[in-house]
């Protein structure tokens, strides 16, 4: 169907430092900074967008550095773990090695959910990651490696995988996920549940819920997710969302225009925000492929505010910069 959520679009998460996660993102995991611009909702923060190399959605994991923001302190009600696509199981003995190299903080022995196996990996922040193995997947591959990363291709980041969500009422996000929002629970592990967008989502359309009553909720800092981004295929797919979530009572932000998506936020649940997405026009409308990520764009509402927006930010290069001021 036209309406259908197609998977996961982008997670969105905080960091202490966007220099210190750009080096991470780009110089160790090999993802293209495909955006550098700010949070629209708060210009006093930059957001930085890492993808394949064209941007495609399904490939986005994307940073504020909210000043002044505690450390994230971990618990229930909350999004726990994003998780990347990695080709096949052999990939792994090259991530290890690379983290090795990189004084990247992981553990030792792999864990196996669902069938497939899984290398957890925390940055700077304590933030915490895993890479997924795509052996045993048959879901569809969502992007391409970028082309001007230093990681092998043979072994590159393919996309996001499965969001692990913990929390502590099992059946409340599990009747918004499965009959609000039309994924499929397709399998149970103790407390843990995998659900998966229709079609041939795979891994690019999966979510994992844990349940934990025994903790405290989360609280939200640096070091932790934002929200989770689902994909639908453009604006008409996205209204009919709005108008559905609005019918059902679900508080939601209503359209927002983001200049390369459109999208809508809700809360399914208390403590964790959701976000439905369209998948374009895309990330390269004001800028060519080659000047990506390297200087500070703005959406065409915010340009006229540029130099007070600039004055508040901490300038930092990730390119030539042939201005020179470091945005």
């Not at 986005?60 to 971990?74: L, M, N, R």
Request: proline content about 4%; glycine content about 10%.
């Amino acid at each position: 169907m036209a309406n259908t959520i197609r998977g996961l679009h982008h997670l969105t998460t905080i960091t202490s430092s966007s220099p210190k996660i750009f080096d991470f993102m780009s110089g160790i995991l090999g993802l293209h900074l495909i955006k550098k611009t700010v949070n629209q909702d708060d210009v006093h923060t930059y957001h930085l967008y890492f993808t394949d190399d064209m941007g495609s959605a399904g490939t986005d994991i994307t940073f504020f550095d909210f000043p002044g923001i505690q450390k994230a302190q971990y618990g229930t009600d909350e999004i726990t773990r994003t998780t990347f696509r990695i080709p096949n199981d052999a990939a792994f003995d090259y991530w290890k090695t690379r983290f090795d190299a990189n004084g990247v903080e992981y553990d030792g022995d792999y864990i196996e959910e669902f069938g497939s196996k899984l290398l957890q990996f925390r940055d700077f922040d304590g933030q915490r990651y895993a890479l997924i193995s795509d052996e045993n997947d048959n879901g569809r591959v969502e992007g391409e490696p970028w082309r001007n990363s230093t990681v092998e291709p043979e072994f590159a980041i393919r996309g996001l995988g499965p969001a692990l969500l913990t929390i502590d009422n099992k059946y409340n996000l599990h009747t918004v996920l499965t009959q609000v929002m039309g994924l499929q629970e397709i399998a149970r592990e103790g407390d843990d549940t995998l659900y998966q967008a229709e079609g041939d989502a795979g891994h690019g359309g999966q979510v994992i819920t844990r349940f934990r009553n025994d903790i405290p909720r989360g609280v939200q800092g640096f070091g932790g997710p934002h929200h989770l981004a689902f994909s639908v295929d453009d604006q008409e797919a996205l209204l009919f969302w709005i108008n559905k979530l609005r019918k059902l009572g679900f508080q939601d932000s209503g359209f927002v225009d983001r200049f390369y998506f459109k999208s809508e936020y809700f809360h399914p649940t208390p403590g964790i925000l959701f976000e439905i997405a369209t998948n374009g026009p895309g990330f390269l409308q004001d800028e060519t492929y080659d000047e990506a990520g390297i200087h500070l764009e703005l959406p065409p509402f915010l340009e006229n505010f540029r130099a007070q927006i600039e004055s508040n930010l901490e300038p930092f290069n990730t390119g030539e910069d042939t201005k020179g001021s470091g945005f």
